[in-house]
């Protein structure tokens, strides 16, 4: 994936809230362009493969069980700059902290669930964006 691009995923507490509209507006008015794009659930051994680099946390297993416990929608993001310019608009992992009109502020409900992914660097979103998506459906 091209460095202008991040992957995220708007996870299974908001797909179940209804806010998949609400957030996929919020990320298209910011100026990202949608450039691939499912709804799919995580296996466990997805889930587990996916955030492998948390699996020393205490979190670790209450994180796979989340993120398998209902369908997702996963997407790769086109902006200039948009792994940081994405990570501003979701907000903080912890929405009690995240800044006032991010996603995180709207829909988040706790530090572990919390509405969406952002990939933290160009190298993971290219990776997670592989992880999801074929190259013939990265547009
Ligand atoms: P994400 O990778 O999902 O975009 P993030 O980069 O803001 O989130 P990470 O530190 O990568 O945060 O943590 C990955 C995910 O693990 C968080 O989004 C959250 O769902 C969960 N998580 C992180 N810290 C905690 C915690 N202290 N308790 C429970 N879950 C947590
Ligand atoms: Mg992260």
Redesign the pocket.
């Known amino acids: 994936m091209a460095t202008n691009r991040t992957l995220t995923?708007i996870?299974p507490d908001a797909v179940k809230a209804g806010h998949i509209g609400g957030i996929l507006n919020q990320i298209n008015e910011a100026g990202f362009r949608i450039v691939a794009m499912k709804m799919t659930q995580l296996t466990q051994a997805g889930a587990e493969a996916f955030?492998a680099?948390?699996k020393e946390?205490?979190?670790f297993g209450?994180?796979v069980e989340?993120?398998t416990s209902g369908p997702i929608v996963a997407a790769i993001l086109e902006k200039d700059n948009a792994v940081a310019d994405f990570?501003t608009l979701?907000g903080?992992?912890?929405p009690a902290e995240a800044a006032e009109g991010t996603i995180r502020a709207k829909y988040a409900k706790?530090?572990?669930?919390?509405a969406?992914?952002?990939?933290?660097s160009d190298e993971n979103a290219e990776i997670e964006g592989n992880f999801h998506f074929g190259g013939v459906e990265q547009f």
């Open positions: 995923m996870k955030y680099v948390h946390r205490p979190f209450e994180l989340f993120m990570r979701i903080a992992t912890n706790s530090i572990g669930e919390n969406v992914h952002g990939s933290d």
